[in-house]
């Protein structure tokens, strides 16, 4: 059976409140300890003296080094920042903009069955359409007895799946199976090893026998209309588990947000090794699986290489929630993502963020429901514009809850960039976060090896330094990586 009301049915809720709803509760990554006492936030501390000579990374092509975001201006200075946004303030400006695509949207809740619920948001209450256990049953594998002992056993036993067996009478008992349905007028069950039989086949308890023993009491979890769960929960395994118990077919949840991605670049290869110039496309096998852990739907993944009328194509006829582009968007001679985004008359959110990799990353309204983000090309580099503008959207556009934000201490140094936040791959120790190595915009070696990302602010962070960090979907033992 499907939800009983609907999202617009519980009190007229709409995306936003639901949201509101999730973020009252947020959830814990799995297998990770929580935040230490104090602030979670920002690390702690002195940043340290040791600061990175940062590369420049604003440009936008796959793999290669990337130039300055202005001509004029070397990358690591202050005025090619001006218009840049704090990496934290471009987060929340991805939040609010899924908020007011939501409003705008008013997007209808979808019935899906329970097999394919999995990772998405409850849209619906989740009430018991039956009691739980919805009659007696048996605890254990023994014997169901009626009266004290010792017992007369009745030749035919009880079976989980069949009908009710006829009433006991004292002194009587029958073999019971684990999950059988109780006999009427039965007193306990008593196990298969607290009890003996005598060579008249009476049945005798090894201990005592206290009455309802081992008996799972019809509505003992649940009644019939009880809410199990309320609005905003994530599908997990459980959830799922307890919504089939619970006598559901289908669950009412939020849709996923729809996503387009484009992947531009002509130097790019689908197939072999690199050669004359051309190298292999780590995003686009790369991108689709991590969007549908961020609880996506990812409907398309198409090459466009630098051709911009076809890039203005795919961005004005696309219908999706969501477009995600790769690389283009810096300033060089076939970076068209900037000028495109200028012609249909979008709205630049984020034009840039103070992170590294990643500074030139972007977040456009192209229409009230509507956003594009523009990944740089290098691969870390566009790994973390995923992280710091289309996971919020689409954590958000989903109704999922925000991941608590927690610490660990740093184990080694990082080196910092004078002015930008870093996202560094760390792998997750007892005793912190490890930093890793083959860390730069353009490599995957260390993100490939990563439990998660660590924050580190402009200066840099010593060893045992507290760090934010950012988990991967299929490194916290969670859910997300069956998504896909």
């Known amino acids: 059976m499907a939800s009983p009301g609907t999202w617009a049915d519980e009190e007229d809720l709409d995306v936003e409140e639901a949201l509101a709803l999730v973020k009252e509760n947020p959830g814990r990554p799995h297998g990770h300890p929580g935040p230490p006492h104090g602030d979670p936030g920002r690390p702690h501390g002195d940043p340290g003296h040791v600061a990175e000579s940062a590369r420049a990374t604003t440009g936008g092509r796959h793999g290669a080094s990337n130039g300055p975001a202005e001509p004029s201006a070397s990358p690591d200075s202050p005025k090619s920042h001006h218009h840049a946004t704090p990496w934290p303030e471009a987060r929340s400006a991805a939040e609010r903009a899924a908020r007011s695509a939501a409003r705008a949207a008013r997007r209808t809740p979808v019935s899906v069955p329970l097999d394919a619920a999995l990772g998405l948001t409850l849209a619906a209450p989740l009430t018991a359409l039956t009691d739980l256990p919805s009659f ?80 799972r009491p019809r509505g003992q979890e649940c009644r019939s209309g009880d809410q199990l769960l309320p609005v905003g929960t994530l599908a997990t395994p459980p959830v799922l588990g307890l919504a089939a118990a619970a006598g559901y077919d289908t669950l009412t949840t939020v849709p996923r947000p729809r996503v387009d991605v484009l992947v531009l670049g002509d130097e790019l290869l689908t197939g072999g090794l690199p050669h004359d110039g051309l190298i292999r496309d780590a995003l686009g096998p790369m991108l689709p699986h991590w969007l549908r852990a961020l609880g996506a739907e990812v409907r398309t993944v198409r090459r466009i290489g630098d051709d911009a009328k076809a890039l203005e194509r795919a961005v004005t006829t696309s219908d999706a929630d969501l477009i ?24 630049l959110l984020v034009d840039g963020v103070k ?41 958000t556009l989903a109704a999922r809850p925000a991941p608590e934000r927690y610490t660990l ?55 045992g330094q507290e760090a934010e960090l950012l988990d991967l979907p299929w490194a916290t033992a969670g859910i997300g990586v069956c998504f896909t």
Do not use: F
Request: hydrophobic content about 40%; glycine content about 12%; charged content about 20%.
């Open 409 to 463: 201490p740093l184990r080694d140094a990082v080196h910092g960039h004078p002015y930008d936040t870093r996202l560094v791959p760390v792998v997750l120790r007892e005793d912190g976060a490890a930093p890793l190595h083959y860390n730069g915009p353009a490599m995957l070696r260390g993100i490939a090896a990563a439990d998660a990302l660590a924050v580190v602010p402009p200066g840099g962070a010593r060893s």
């Open 324 to 347: 995600v582009t790769t690389g283009g968007t810096a300033a060089g001679p076939v970076d068209h993502v900037h000028p495109i985004l200028r012609r249909i008359g979008a709205d």
């Open 355 to 395: 992170v590294r990799p990643g500074h030139p990353m972007l977040l456009a309204r192209l229409k009230d429901d509507q956003h594009l983000v523009g990944l740089p090309g290098n691969p870390l580099a566009a790994v973390s514009g995923l992280l710091t503008l289309a996971e919020p959207l689409l954590r």
């Open 136 to 215: 007696d049953t048996s605890a254990m594998d023994g014997w169901a007895v009626a009266g004290p002992g010792p017992w007369t056993v009745r030749d035919e036993g009880v079976l989980a799946g069949h009908a009710e067996a006829a009433p006991l009478t004292d002194g009587e008992a029958a073999r019971i199976a684990t999950g059988a349905r109780i006999p009427p007028d039965t007193t306990a069950v008593l196990r298969t090893e607290h009890g003996r039989t005598d060579d008249r086949d009476r049945l005798h308890p090894t201990r005592e026998v206290v009455h309802g023993q081992d008996i």
